[in-house]
């Protein structure tokens, strides 16, 4: 059999602006068919791949929706820890006319959950479990301070240890003076 419209892999895949290795894939596993010249129906393969695209299509957008329910499953619609807060006044406003007393239990449990949360944060910084942003960026930069000063005196001290030497030897000196200064700095950090 030859096809009337039929066209090179190369000029379907420019065509479907697609590679030719998808063409290739295509024609191996029978969504495209070769005509006995090796060539490929045009209209034949327009049309199976707009099906293979629109079943890819639904494909993913059926595992996304299944990925969304699968992710809300979980979370009771009053967590407080999960939801955000507009979208949880929102929902109360819209259900307080049908169902007030719904709507009045779920805003105690809620106002309750963000009162014991704001409890086990207090707790948490007193047992020193949570520790402040600030105190945390302190010790950052004091590190990245101590990191600093010990490389930036590196190449005053190996400076005269390599005069004259060779490559090689300016490696080693370099590769000691660096191993060092590591080493004095995890001294530092690790008590």
């Given at each position: 059999m030859v096809y009337t419209d039929n066209i090179s892999q190369q000029k379907l895949a420019d065509t479907l602006h697609i590679s030719r290795i998808q063409v290739r894939r295509f024609v191996e596993n029978g969504t495209f068919i070769l005509d006995e010249?090796?060539?490929?129906?045009?209209?034949?393969?327009?049309?199976?791949?707009?099906?293979?695209?629109?079943?890819?299509?639904?494909?993913?957008?059926?595992?996304?929706?299944?990925?969304?329910?699968?992710?809300?499953e979980g979370i009771a619609p009053q967590d407080p820890t999960c939801s955000d807060f507009a979208q949880v006044y929102k929902r109360w406003v819209n259900n307080v006319e049908a169902d007030p007393v719904s709507v009045l239990n779920s805003a105690k449990a809620y106002y309750t959950a963000v009162l014991a949360k704001e409890e086990k944060i207090k707790l948490d910084a007193l047992e020193r479990s949570l520790i402040p942003v600030e105190e945390v960026d302190a010790d950052a930069e004091k590190v990245g301070n101590l990191i600093r000063s010990k490389l930036t005196t590196l190449p005053s001290r190996v400076s005269t240890m390599c005069e004259g030497r060779t490559a090689r030897d300016i490696e080693e000196i370099l590769s000691d003076e660096i191993n060092n200064a590591l080493e004095e700095l995890h001294e530092l950090f690790i008590k």
């Open positions: 010249h090796k060539k490929l129906s045009l209209s034949q393969a327009k049309e199976a791949y707009e099906r293979y695209r629109k079943t890819f299509e639904a494909e993913q957008l059926s595992k996304k929706r299944t990925a969304a329910k699968k992710a809300l």
